[in-house]
């Protein structure tokens, strides 16, 4: 899979633990939201705490935007690098009120460093420090202490303290693995917001592929300390060289990622219908703006495959394509590549329905999506 980035950081980091090394080479575009994906244990906080200089005796190199931060000759302290960290419990200071935990934020500023992590508004001018609080939704909360707060408002203050110090990047590690699932909905809204908004790369570390599927758009996979994956998230879900499949150990969880625009609305039916790059058109649930570039996401489990295309069906999503790729077999299902047109997306069915179609000798299916799942960009 390809590597490359018009522009770029480069990172090749080795990390020697007894009985246990973290290893990997990558680079890290000049923005949106890199992921870092593994099974718990595997070794993403400890390549993203190497990047981070938090750990001692990392060899390799580090350059980010043409400043070395790691090579034979030096190794840039952790307070000189130009970083937003965020951890899983987001440690704000209890005894400061959110204001106070803000205002540490901006006084860690690095000397001359000028601009914001968000983007420019149409003026020209930096966003400023209202914008940001304003982004993620804690204006009202700066009277208050960190024990005032949700689990969800304390990682969102967390962020903004982190990205009001003007970072080159954001780290975001597993930033929402102490919430409930009611917390995780609640915050991942405004991660999407942030993935819109900022100028600057995010790295976030998470085992959870539904949040790999939300918010990245390029992904490290990593397994037993080594980073056995790598690339465009599209490339990284659907490809035959791509060990994901094995690395989820679920088929339930395979699923593929389509970009494209919304070109009609039905008011009465409440549904939209988006057109894909490649040009095959998904109905979607919601009235979503014409022209908004949306994020398809494609769950395997919910492609079922028929020879011919049904007349008489409630499923709205029928699309021709061709089994291009046999990913995986086990426990008594098979785990399909189909190409739509040059969309790739994934289809789980029954080893007994892929005997019954005859798939190995003949290939031209009709896919129906019974669920499709939109996300704004």
Not at 44 to 51: A, D, E, G, S
Not at 282 to 309: E, M, N, T, Y
């Amino acid at each position: 899979m390809s590597t490359s980035s018009a522009k770029s950081s480069c990172c090749s980091i080795r990390l020697k633990r007894p009985g246990f090394v973290v290893e990997a080479d990558f680079v890290i575009p000049e923005k949106g939201v890199l992921g870092i994906f593994g099974h718990s244990g595997s070794g993403k906080t400890t390549l993203l705490r190497c990047l981070a200089g938090l750990e001692v005796s990392v060899e390799g190199r580090i350059e980010i935007n043409g400043e070395v931060w790691l090579d034979e000759a030096r190794t840039l302290s952790i307070q000189k690098r130009n970083i937003g960290y965020v951890f899983q419990e987001g440690r704000l200071f209890p005894h400061l009120s959110v204001l106070k935990n803000l205002a540490y934020g901006e006084s860690r500023k690095s000397s001359g460093r000028e601009g914001s992590a968000v983007s420019q508004a149409a003026d020209g001018k930096d966003a400023d420090r209202q914008d940001l609080l304003e982004l993620l939704d804690i204006t009202h909360l700066l009277k208050r202490y960190p024990a005032q707060l949700s689990g969800g408002e304390q990682q969102r203050v967390a962020i903004a303290r982190a990205l009001l110090k003007k970072p080159q990047m954001l780290l975001l590690d597993e930033p929402l693995v102490s919430l409930d699932e009611n917390r995780k909905q609640e915050i991942l809204p405004y991660l999407e917001k942030l993935h819109e908004t900022l100028n600057i790369p995010i790295l976030y570390v998470s085992h959870n592929m539904d949040e790999m599927l939300r918010l990245c758009d390029r992904m490290l996979v990593i397994e037993n300390g080594k980073l056995v994956c790598q690339g465009d998230i599209h490339e990284v879900l659907v490809s035959p060289q791509s060990p994901l499949a094995n690395v989820l150990a679920d088929g339930q969880h395979a699923a593929a990622v389509l970009e494209g625009t919304v070109s009609k609305q039905e008011k009465p039916f409440s549904i939209s219908t988006v057109h894909t790059v490649n040009g095959n058109a998904f109905q979607v649930p919601g009235l979503l703006p014409i022209g908004k570039h949306v994020r398809l996401i494609v769950f395997a489990s919910d492609v079922s495959l028929a020879k011919h295309r049904a007349q008489d069906s409630s499923i709205l999503n029928i699309i021709a394509g061709d089994v291009a790729q046999v990913l995986d077999r086990k426990d008594g299902r098979v785990l399909l590549q189909i190409n739509c047109n040059n969309d790739i997306v994934l289809s789980l069915i029954s080893q007994k329905s892929y005997e019954l179609l005859r798939l190995e000798s003949d290939g031209r299916v009709f896919i129906q999506v019974k669920a499709v799942v939109t996300k704004k960009q």
